[in-house]
């Protein structure tokens, strides 16, 4: 049977089956957490050309002083608009099976080839959602337990011989909060998204410790990080959204952003779709498709427009 591969449990010798189960064991995928997110552009969809175009309206500058004077006319500022534009792509991979295989298998190929694809799916739009977010121009990099290097062009400027810790979040919300003054994503809080390693390296900082063994004693059991420093942490095992970086692999790979962060053009809702059969319908496929585009809002570190901060290594 075309476009199956079986596994064998021995290297050599006559395989025998008397009677196979009949249920089908499924692989487990990673965790998807970054797309749920994005912001979803709703008036663009279906026959709205290729790209959307979202405005922009930056910051007036704060005045030395608003105080004005009888005989002086009220000074005037200037308002910047700014645009940036979201050009989705098309998306999609398929499985072909033949009728063959459907006709003599146990199981239900085409069930089968429906519900893999769509854990596919979901892992892919992860990918995608977190390669946007990544792309924001604020980069941090853990040096040690108290430093890091912090750059703003969109490239790291060190390696990372650090894990995460809480020391470095403090420092994350700070410049977030104090330089770049980003908004929380909801109520007060921001959002950080972490590869399992940078999890793990909070929960082992003893300040975390001595802070959660009176606000939440039960958080070491849960295996919980929950909020500290106004961030909102949530880990991660996908490997192709976030990596372990820096020297020896020390560092859980993550990003921690506010509001407005990143933004989801869906000209096509990804769906599964099955091919017209050829050969007579001996040859099938089922695949699934979209038109979308996930991309960052403000790609500036401009301070009241940078959303997103960026941890990881050169």
């Known amino acids: 049977m075309a476009n199956h591969t079986w596994t064998f449990d021995a290297p050599t010798g006559t395989y025998k089956s008397h009677t196979m189960s009949a249920e089908l064991l499924r692989a487990a995928i990673a965790d998807t957490v970054v797309a749920p997110f994005a912001r979803v552009q709703g008036d663009y969809g279906r026959k709205s050309g290729e790209s959307i175009t979202l405005g922009r309206v930056s910051n007036l500058s704060e005045p030395t002083s608003p105080v004005l004077s009888e005989t002086i006319r009220i000074p005037e500022d200037d308002l910047t608009l700014t645009t940036k534009a979201i050009t989705v792509q098309e998306i999609g991979r ?22 893999e694809l769509m854990k596919q799916m979901r892992l892919s739009l992860d990918t995608l959602a977190a390669t946007a977010v990544k792309s924001g121009l604020i980069k941090y990099a853990p040096t040690g337990l108290t430093s890091s290097t912090v750059t703003t062009t969109g490239s790291f400027g060190a390696t990372a011989t650090a894990n995460l810790n809480v020391y470095h979040l403090e420092e994350i919300r700070d410049l977030m909060y104090d330089t770049y003054m980003v908004p929380p994503v909801e109520g007060d809080d921001y959002v950080g998204i972490f590869r399992t390693l940078g999890i793990r390296g909070v929960k082992r900082d003893p300040a975390w410790e001595e802070w ?25 095992n996908h490997a192709n959204a976030f990596s372990k970086v820096g020297t020896g692999s020390v560092l859980g790979e993550g990003v921690v952003f506010g509001e407005d962060a990143f933004a989801l053009a869906e000209a096509l809702t990804p769906e599964l779709r099955a091919a017209i059969p050829s050969d007579f319908g001996r040859q099938r496929a089922v695949a699934w498709y979209g038109i979308l585009k996930f991309d960052v809002i403000w790609d500036t570190a401009n301070a009241g427009e940078a959303r997103i901060v960026h941890v990881g290594s050169a």
Do not use: W
């Open 212 to 236: 959660h063994k009176y606000t939440d004693p039960m958080s070491k059991y849960k295996s919980e990080v929950g909020r500290i420093e106004g961030i909102r942490l949530i880990e991660t």
């Open 94 to 115: 398929a499985v072909p099976f033949t009728s063959l295989a459907d006709d003599l298998s146990r199981y239900d190929i085409e069930n089968v080839v429906q519900r």
